[in-house]
Nanobody
Framework: QVQLMESGGDSVQVGGSLRLSCAAS????????MGWFRQAPGKEREAVAR???????RYADSVAGRFTISRDNAKNTLFLQMSSLKAEDAAMYYC???????????????????WGQGTQVTVSS
């Protein structure tokens, strides 16, 4: 079992920055795929960024160049640095993990079996 707990959500203005953190406990392994997903009201949960155990990241087109995902395997912590925030970035952000041996971490939320409770990001103009 893996327990995930997000933090760092806040209310910011358009153009601002935030850093989300996700602390993992329980079974943790550098081979875990970890990712950030978000869900806005009335919308499906979507992948924002995910990262392999070796640090290889993948990003949604909507956040590429603005967001950076990273992980500290020694501290079992996942990060999401968000910059140049837009109104459409506002959502509940979730940390997720899955044991994965594939080429790249999956982007589909249904493939992840460990989830945090979420942290709210609000972006106002």
């Amino acid at each position: 079992q893996v327990q995930l707990m997000e933090s760092g959500g806040d209310s910011v203005q358009v153009g601002g920055s935030l850093r989300l953190s996700c602390a993992a406990s329980g079974y943790t392994d550098s081979r875990l795929c970890m990712g950030w997903f978000r869900q806005a009201p009335g919308k499906e949960r979507e992948a924002v960024a995910r990262i392999m155990g070796d640090g290889t990241p993948r990003y949604a087109d909507s956040v590429a160049g603005r967001f950076t995902i990273s992980r500290d395997n020694a501290k079992n912590t996942l990060f999401l640095q968000m910059s140049s925030l837009k109104a459409e970035d506002a959502a509940m952000y979730y940390c997720a993990a899955v044991e994965w041996s594939g080429f790249a971490c999956p982007s589909q939320a249904r493939m992840y079996n460990y989830w945090g409770q979420g942290t709210q990001v609000t972006v106002s103009s």
